[in-house]
């Protein structure tokens, strides 16, 4: 396992509890991101393949948001203490350590993946192998819907988040590198800055074909 991740592992067992508390109920205050995975969830449940991952899931809260909204969902994250939550806040819910780059699904197994931030702490190098990992698990129609921080500048920006050092991407570029995979893209969401550092929230809704 590379550095960053054993870092990214440590940083977030340390901040269960308070990660937890904090982000439980956010969507409440977040129309946009709510209603992307709302239509998300919607998408997948017309392929009829319900059985999605939720990547990097954390303490579970979006797993169980994507179960409440009529699919199969399970959590995947690296962090054991993540898990460990999720699994105590969510006990009807199915929660498993797991690395984003290679995830315990078999192939075209999923009729989607969710990656609510979750892709953040790659370095861009590595980001295109972990982008091809999702893809290998997706169902041909199935859906892959990633939210990250926007920038507008040329390139990915690393900077110092809150837990772990995280990279933001210009919107262009970061779905160039999913068409890249194969993906086609659907749907494409930037709204208000989500920082005080000024970043773009930033959805980009995907199928493979």
């Known amino acids: 396992m590379s550095n960053h991740q054993d870092e990214t592992r440590a940083a977030y067992d340390g901040v269960v509890e308070l990660y937890a508390s904090m982000f439980a109920y956010r969507l409440e205050t977040q129309p946009f991101a709510r209603n992307m995975i709302s239509t998300f969830a919607e998408l997948v449940r017309a392929t009829g393949n319900l059985r999605v991952a939720d990547v990097g899931c954390g303490p579970g809260h979006l797993t169980a948001l994507l179960y409440d909204l009529g699919l199969d969902a399970f959590g995947l994250d690296l962090s054991p203490g993540m898990v460990d939550h999720a699994r105590r806040a969510h006990p009807a819910l199915l929660f498993d350590e797991a690395r984003m780059e290679a995830l315990p699904v078999e192939d075209g197994a999923l009729g989607g993946v969710l990656a609510h931030y979750s892709m953040i702490h790659t370095p861009p190098g590595e980001l295109p192998a972990l982008l091809a990992e999702q893809v290998r698990v ?32 210009p919107p262009e570029q970061f779905a160039d590198l999913l068409a890249g995979t194969g993906l086609v893209i659907v749907a494409r969401l930037l709204h208000d800055p989500a920082s005080e550092r000024g970043f773009l929230d930033t959805h980009v809704l995907a199928r493979r074909p």
């Open 138 to 169: 997706l169902a041909p129609g199935g859906l892959l819907l990633v939210s990250f921080f926007g920038t507008e500048g040329p390139e990915p920006v690393r900077f110092d988040h809150k837990v772990a050092p995280a990279y933001s991407w």
